[in-house]
């Protein structure tokens, strides 16, 4: 401690210093600026207002400012200041100490006699600090007038100081992380870092010990005094990090009521009852209420939009049922750094130890007033609900709620309407990307839902149906499958065939069937469906598009590239019609007419419609989604059918790195663009990293938990393009013909998927000598190929191409040329000479037919 004995009257009543004082060089820096500058106020320098919530360390930073300057001052004097009384006893000690005192019964001639000398007497250098202060006039009446050379500071939970001081004051928040961490690594000793010669005897453990340290400040909220109470706690009973944040998830209250050696004058959990007490009915109402949310930021909106269907608390629906009562209510606890308000963005938020200490309080002292609390907040929750999760119109109001259904106790309602929320919830989210947590509230929903409503429930069920949905788009196909045929089955028995929850199911279930590439029966079902939807909801519904959407699907999939485009196209429309052209599920439609096209040998056209796509979607803006990422990956491989390779790698190693930090390395959308940046890297000549990346795809498809399908034949296929580029034919004709026989039994020998890995195998007998072999494959082939696909797709030009090679190495000059010669002809009309690929074919080289996966 610094020596303060310069100080001519330094008051012992200062609150010892903190010798682990910790961070606030920045609040400290400015309450010296502030304090020293100069002022043309009647005071030479106006008081400086230190405010914050309750907690926030404001008057351990005043007190470290009285010991850090002390030599600057004559009298240091420390005036608690949460009563007026305690006020006057402060100056009424001071009085005694410079010997200017009247007798006792005339307390006010000496407070008077104080600021005089204070204003005209022999010290010039003084420092009064006004702890706690509650009401600036009172405050005020104290502050001495007229000498330049002193200093005044004050502390408060109150905001409003600046029409009183003159100045704007300072604001303290909480610690930040790093300094919350280093708080608890100096007080807790099994926290502490333990060191030799600067460097940590056991790096590993010390690793863990800052983890601990870390995951306490976060739970705390980096709150000072909460912080410090967990310190003095761990130090004195030796309790590991993880029995201090499970005693403070089951009620922080009595947590934070427990004595610990620390310089508070009462238990931490009264710190913010002493504040409350203060306040009126309207704010104490909502301060309560406010501990039943997230500490994310509150919008207004959510408690004035339901305000009106809240019962009990009677004097909590008065107030919900006014704004302008409200918003007083909200501007009071702002005053008292209660809260925190935000007119401009319309939100309020309240510390996290402050809501979850009154909570626990509220269920301790008052659980008939948590019961009535809980209710209103379910109810507030309910009333935002649009009912309408497909709408991105709706995303706002969605929002309101989305970060308080946990805090609030959605998941163990009793509220049909909350509960519909929740369903809605998860469904908007994983059509909006967010599956990750969709998945997190609907399974913990379900299986609270399933314990206390039963299996049969209709909203479990509906709720399982979104869950399966979630599952989907996660990659997790087997829990996927097995979740939605049992709900199918449930629905179908309680509900029937045609209730909207079991047709929706139903579709659902048939994206299941074409992830498990049972594509026929995915279409069957879809062909079923269509006309039931249009009869349960109506033809333009957006349920029944989706329907239609995934009628599309079914026929891609079965490689009928034509009617896959008929069907994309007639769903594009209405979608627009009944959307509008920038919705995403219109968007959805373009993307999957821009595949169609492709399939069809459309190269040009699918690329126009992909730029429409990315075009449309750089106009919404917006964050990550998958909807962009799956158009981008589209996009890239439209460059690379029109020979645009550059750009194509460009595009593709872009959105590769976009999928894996959306959706994680291993995710199957994330493998697929990993399948199609294989062929960029072989055609632009980066052959050594497709074969990485090939190799990496091709391990990864027998590891996740992924069907065995189309996805895991492309990467093969891909991969014994490179390895045939690499001038290894034998490996590549041994992935070739697994990825035939793999095609085959799941798609048959003339879906073009089997066809492409057919030209693909001609190509590796040729290489290897099998001549003979290669011609008699691929005369069969060709004729298929025209069949299947069309005599002007570029993959029967590719396949023409190779064969008319194939002729002439089997002494068949006559024919080579004549197809030849059709062959080139076709690709003139069809890709034009410029293109990479004619120009291969022109100059005799085998043409590659690389696979783009579904």
Not at 232 to 242: F, K, R, S
Not at 304 to 310: A, E, F, I, N, P
Not at 709 to 728: P, S
Not at 799 to 813: K, Q, W
Request: charged share 30%; hydrophobic share 40%.
């Amino acid at each position: 401690m610094e020596d303060v004995t310069r100080s001519r009257i330094f008051d012992e009543g200062i609150p010892a210093r903190n010798a682990q004082f910790t961070g606030r060089d920045e609040q400290l820096r400015l309450l010296r600026e502030g304090l020293r500058a100069s002022s043309v106020e009647v005071l030479g320098q106006p008081p400086q207002a230190v405010f914050g919530l309750g907690g926030v360390g404001k008057t351990e930073i005043a007190a470290e400012y009285a010991y850090r300057y002390a030599e600057d001052y004559d009298i240091v004097w420390w005036v608690h200041s949460e009563q007026e009384a305690r006020v006057q006893d402060a100056f009424v000690k001071l009085a005694k100490r410079l010997g200017i005192a009247h007798a006792e019964t005339q307390r006010d001639k000496s407070i008077w006699a104080v600021l005089a000398e204070l204003r005209t007497g022999r010290y010039h250098r003084w420092l009064l600090i006004f702890d706690n202060a509650a009401e600036p006039e009172v405050i005020k009446r104290y502050v001495p007038t007229g000498r330049p050379h002193g200093h005044v500071i004050i502390t408060s939970r109150k905001r409003n100081w600046r029409r009183h001081t003159k100045a704007e004051g300072i604001e303290v928040s909480q610690f930040s992380e790093q300094e919350t961490v280093e708080l608890l690594r100096k007080r807790v000793p099994h926290l502490a870092p333990r060191t030799e010669l600067g460097e940590p005897l056991d790096p590993e453990a010390d690793r863990a010990r800052h983890a601990d340290a870390s995951s306490l400040a976060r739970a705390l909220g980096n709150l000072p005094i909460a912080a410090e109470h967990a310190a003095a706690y761990l130090a004195e009973t030796g309790a590991p990090v993880g029995s201090y944040l499970r005693m403070f998830e089951e009620n922080a209250h009595t947590l934070l009521s427990k004595q610990v050696d620390m310089d508070y004058p009462y238990a931490v959990a009264a710190t913010w009852t002493i504040s409350s007490g203060q306040l009126g009915e309207d704010a104490v109402e909502l301060f309560n209420l406010f501990a039943f949310f997230s500490p994310e930021p509150m919008a207004e909106e959510l408690f004035l939009t339901g305000g009106g269907r809240v019962r009990a608390p009677a004097a909590l629906a008065e107030v919900l049922g006014d704004a302008d009562r409200f918003r007083e209510a909200v501007r009071q606890l702002h005053s008292y750094s209660l809260a925190k308000s935000d007119g401009h963005r319309g939100v309020v938020e309240v510390h996290r130890v402050v809501q979850a200490v009154t909570l626990g309080q509220a269920r301790i002292e008052r659980p008939q007033d948590c019961a009535d609390y809980t209710a209103a907040a379910h109810t507030l929750l309910a009333a935002t609900n649009p009912r309408n999760p497909d709408l991105e119109s709706n995303d706002a109001r969605y929002d309101l709620s989305r970060p308080h259904l946990w805090p609030a106790g959605a998941l163990d309602t009793e509220n049909p309407d909350l509960r519909q929320l929740v369903i809605d919830q998860v469904r908007r989210l994983h059509l909006r990307g967010g599956h990750e947590e969709a998945l997190r509230l609907g399974q913990e929903a379900r299986q609270a839902w399933r314990a206390k409503w039963g299996h049969d429930d209709e909203k479990v069920l509906q709720l399982s149906v979104e869950v399966g949905n979630a599952l989907r788009v996660a990659g997790r196909y087997t829990e996927m499958q097995a979740l939605n045929a049992e709900t199918l089955e449930r629905l179908t028995r309680t509900l029937g065939a045609e209730h909207q929850t079991t047709l929706m199911c139903a579709n659902s279930y048939g994206g299941d069937l074409r992830s498990l590439g049972r594509f026929t029966e995915a279409l069957e079902l879809d062909l079923t469906i269509l006309p039931q939807f249009e009869r349960v909801f109506r033809p333009d519904h957006p349920r029944t598009l989706n329907v239609r959407n995934n009628l599309g699907a079914d026929y891609r999939r079965l490689g009928r590239f034509h009617e896959a485009w008929e069907q994309d196209q007639l769903t594009y429309e209405m979608r627009a019609r009944a959307l509008g052209p920038t919705d995403l599920r219109t968007i959805r439609s373009k993307d999957s007419i821009s595949v169609d096209l492709r399939g069809c040998g459309e190269y040009h056209r699918s690329l126009e419609a992909a730029q429409d796509v990315i075009a449309v979607l750089k106009e919404r803006k917006g964050g990550e989604s998958l909807d962009s990422l799956n158009a981008h990956k589209s996009y890239a491989v439209a460059l690379r059918k029109v020979g645009r390779y550059d750009e194509a790698l460009a595009e593709s190693e872009q959105v590769l790195r976009r999928y894996a930090a959306f959706l994680g390395a291993e995710h199957r959308y994330t493998l697929r663009a990993s399948i199609n940046r294989i062929n960029d890297l072989r055609v632009t000549d980066r052959l050594r990293e497709a074969e990485a990346l090939g190799r990496w795809a091709l391990r990864l498809c027998a590891e996740v938990d992924i069907p065995k399908g189309d996805i895991t034949w492309a990467a093969t296929v891909n991969l014994a393009l490179v390895l045939r580029g690499l001038n290894r034919p034998e490996e590549a004709r041994a992935l070739d013909e697994a990825a035939l026989r793999g095609m085959t039994d799941l798609f048959g020998a003339k879906h073009p998927l089997t066809l492409q890995a057919t030209a693909n195998l001609v190509s590796d007998l040729a290489l290897v000598g099998d001549t003979a072999k290669a011609r008699e494959l691929g005369e069969d082939l060709y004729e298929a190929s025209r069949i299947s696909l069309g005599e002007n797709h570029p993959d029967t030009l590719a396949i023409g191409a190779n064969l008319s090679l194939d002729r002439r190495a089997t002494l068949d000059p006559a024919q080579a040329d004549e197809l030849r010669t059709d062959i080139m002809s076709r690709y003139e009309q069809v890709l034009t000479s410029k293109h990479p690929v004619v120009r291969i074919a022109e100059q005799r080289g085998r043409v590659n037919v690389d696979i783009e996966p579904y």
